[in-house]
Antibody, heavy 114, light 112 residues
């Protein structure tokens, strides 16, 4: 069974940092593109970042480029999102998603507020 | 950026009746390898999104056959042949041919 379990969300002050993790199992993680997507409260879905299977290629939406870093550890079947310089508009549920959108995690809530 | 425009944004449907959602992209979605990287995603109330249809017309495992996808170029459609109560939720179209990948605004399906 494919499983994606996100963790690391929480309440953080503006300008602060958080590191999200996603533990993957049940599929070939090391050969899969992986994504982070987010959904602000009551809003639609937004792509955040992509990473290719070996971690050598990454893509970011303009609003997070330079502040967020996507990475992975294929030996540990884990995906990460380092978020620095957080802003109120980054408040959202963050989802770990397998390439092509075939499976989504349950999400982890990030709240940026003073 | 590729803009994905869905219609309608609100869709009240009587149980057992058909429903249809349209999605139009601002640019063509055929990738260099010939695939059209276009999906439909369902989000039931209080749940994570799940993919229903991938590459325009392929149903994911476990998705009832009352759901079907069609389209090409810049115009795509999700059809539900007979709406059931469990279909209530928000439906999004998404493209992952061009970066940044983008979603439609979402269509909220409710039972009349």
């Amino acid at each position: 069974e494919v499983q994606l379990v996100e963790s690391g969300g929480g309440l953080v002050q503006p300008g602060g940092s958080l590191r999200l993790s996603c533990a993957a199992s049940g599929f070939s993680f090391s050969t899969s593109w992986m994504y982070w997507l987010r959904q602000a409260p009551g809003k639609g879905l937004e792509w955040v970042a992509n990473i290719n299977p070996d971690g050598g290629d990454t893509y970011y939406v303009d609003s997070v480029r330079g502040r967020f870093t996507i990475s992975r550890d294929n030996a540990k079947n884990s995906l990460f999102l380092q978020m620095n310089g957080l802003r109120a508009e980054d408040t959202a549920v963050y989802y770990c998603v397998i390439g092509g959108g075939q499976q989504w995690g349950q999400g982890t809530l990030v709240t940026v507020s003073s | 950026d590729v803009v994905m425009t869905q219609s309608p944004l609100s869709l009240p449907v009587t149980l057992g009746q058909p429903a249809s959602i349209s999605c139009r992209s601002s640019q063509g979605l055929v990738a260099s390898g010939g695939n059209t990287n276009f999906n439909w995603v369902q989000q039931r109330p209080g749940q994570s999104p799940r993919r229903l249809i991938y590459k325009v017309s392929n149903r994911d495992s476990g998705v009832p056959d009352r759901f079907s996808g069609s389209g090409s170029g810049t115009d795509f459609t999700l059809n539900i042949s007979r709406v059931e109560a469990e279909d209530v939720g928000v439906y999004y179209c998404m493209q992952y041919t061009r970066w940044p990948h983008t979603f439609g605004q979402g269509t909220k399906l409710e039972i009349k």
